[in-house]
């Protein structure tokens, strides 16, 4: 067991290692002019900016408005998925007539469907969840497919002749067996939502994340560019990791 | 011989087993080629309190034979009469029946798993946590009750899966080749242990095996199944003393038995 906790505590020292190694190189970098300075602002700048956005009311309000869509889309989005996904994985009619439809849209780039859902929903709040939710979708699905294949016949045979209900099914081995892939499509589908809220934020917006990083851009403030690509870092690393907690807690007998 | 069939006879008599019977049973699947006959007038008696086999060639019908003992398939035509009542769903109170370890929920622990058939039935959680802890303490897994199936070696989770078997008591055990994904040492062992548990309560088992030793060394007789459509080619009484030992596998009387057996089988498997 010691061994183990030690390993652990080398491999993370290791990783902090490592990021500390990168924002020193990147300091290092600007100040001896290897990057240039107006393009590529030091981390001594870039970071305490980071930090004072936190308490700047107009960077909160867009980081609200942000993740104010990003939440409303996930929660609309998820069941709606998870439920298709189900479906499809579980009927054999549904899911001969139209997984093949799924799976080829996933691979279709859904950035490009952008303008349309400007042209269908405006440029405002709606259309911003309307795209998160389109991105994330297709994950969603294919992931919910995958969790009720991998309910294995032979948990629901012993089940049944054990004289399970069909409530009893359904709460006590479809659920268990799934938990673990579903929470993986949902971590997958966060991501994918993120990134189409932020995109579509940043292709025309009012407001928001995406709409503040895209105007630091265009107007060449590069501390507070940064400083925002930093901030949405933080926010996706933060939902993913949450997420990934779970999974494992779920999927702890996966082994 | 005689004194042989007398200690049989006394221990049927001390069973509280249910006898188990199967009345000309066809069965039907369909397929895209069309409906296969898979099974065509079976019928057999399995005597309450009695360790019968059921051996036969690869797609003989054997498993489905035996989920239709446990209710989980109806069969085209014929009935399966458990004391003389027709079959026609799941009798969890009266039919345990133990899959391989593969049917083991893996994220349940060795005590949930065991538990499972009683907590279905929403037996109170201190009652089938006492049962499901002295059957893991028979089986000899009592230090091993809080680890989850992927913790234990393939041997262990066969032993949790028998202990969940006859942790609700029931009165006819099925087995459905329990001992299939285990290596040889293991599956002997695995066996006198069986035995051992069965001499205490007598069940009805009805095991299904592709390992003949297996069927000779278990069994009171066994039935023999032929190639596909499945037909009960002959029931062989299995004359050896009980308790068993393993120098009865010495015995001419063994050899005798596993080579009527497998007389049969090669010989379907031919045609």
Known sequence: MSHGLASRAGRISAQ???????????????QTGMANARVLPPPSLVLPRAVAMLGDPVVLYNL????????????????????????????????????????????????????????????GFTQKVAFGMFQAIFVLVISAIA?????????????????????????????????????????LGMIFNITGVLFAEMYVSRAGLGHLVSTWGMSFQMVNLFAGILLAAALSIAVNE????????????RG | ??????????????SAGADLRAENITHMFDTDDGALLALKDVSFTVEAGTFVGLVGPSGCGKSSLLLMMAGLLLPTDGRIAVRGETVSGPLPEDIGVVFQESSLLPWKTARENVEFPLYLRGVDRQVREKAALKMLDLVGLGEFTERRPHEL???????????????QDPEILLMDEPFAALD????MTLGDELLHIWDQNKKTVVFVTHSLTEAVFLCDKVLVMSARPGQILKEIDIT????????????????????EIWELIRETQAK
Do not use: H
Not at chain 2, 1 to 14: F, I, N, Q
């Open chain 1, 16 to 30: 902090i290692g490592i990021v500390v190694a990168i924002f020193l190189f990147w300091e290092v970098a600007v």
């Open chain 1, 64 to 123: 609200w408005i942000t993740s104010a869509q990003v939440l409303l889309a996930f929660v609309l989005v998820a069941p709606i998925g998870i439920a298709i996904g189900l479906l499809l994985g579980e009927s054999d009619y549904f899911g001969r007539a139209f997984k093949p439809f799924f799976f080829f849209l996933a691979s279709v780039p859904k950035s490009v469907f952008l303008p349309v859902f400007i042209l269908a929903f405006g440029i």
């Open chain 1, 147 to 187: 969790a009720a294949e991998s309910v294995s016949s032979d948990f629901l045979k012993t089940a049944r002749a054990y004289g399970a209900s069909r409530r009893q099914l359904y709460l006590d081995i479809y659920l268990p067996a799934m938990l673990p892939v579903i929470v993986e499509g949902l971590r």
């Open chain 1, 242 to 253: 949450a997420l990934r907690w779970y999974e494992n807690k779920v999927g702890a007998w």
């Open chain 2, 1 to 14: 011989m005689a004194g042989l069939k007398m200690v049989r006879t006394d221990s049927v008599a001390a």
């Open chain 2, 153 to 167: 070696s393939g041997g262990m989770k066969q032993r949790v899966a028998i202990a969940r078997g006859f942790c």
């Open chain 2, 184 to 187: 040889e040492q293991t599956r």
């Open chain 2, 240 to 259: 050896l003393p009980r308790p068993r030992t393993y120098e009865m596998m010495a015995t001419e009387t063994f050899g005798q038995l596993r080579a």
